[in-house]
């Protein structure tokens, strides 16, 4: 209907802080911080999603996805690198 105002509530398309937080965190997981980063990546990536798919005005779907994608790399990295030292610890004792 012409002249009807536009409903209340966020911009078509805007993006939770949650989605661009976990991409951050994320990314900081990954160079800097894997641990705790990378564990809050995900769980406001998750947050995000939740909200997002709550209400469908909003976006950045992608951007809470690629934030949990980026913890869990974050993760998986540090696991990998905790196994190479401790494998390099154990095996320094077995060569004299």
């Not at 991409?23 to 997981?29: F, H």
């Not at 209400?55 to 690198?81: E, K, M, Q, Y």
């Not at 905790?82 to 390099?88: D, E, R, S």
Request: net charge positive; with cysteine; glycine share 20%.
């Amino acid at each position: 209907m012409p002249g009807t105002p536009a409903p209340y509530g966020p911009p078509a398309g805007a993006v939770p802080g949650n989605a661009t937080a976990s991409l951050v965190l994320g990314l900081v997981g990954i160079f800097l911080c894997p641990l705790v980063c990378s564990i809050a990546a995900i769980g406001l990536g998750v947050s995000a999603r939740k909200e997002i798919d709550a209400n469908p005005h909003l976006g950045g779907r992608s951007t809470a996805g690629w934030g949990i994608g980026l913890g869990i790399a974050g993760i998986a990295f540090w696991l990998i690198g905790l196994a190479i030292i401790a494998g390099g610890a154990s095996l320094g004792g077995l060569t004299r």
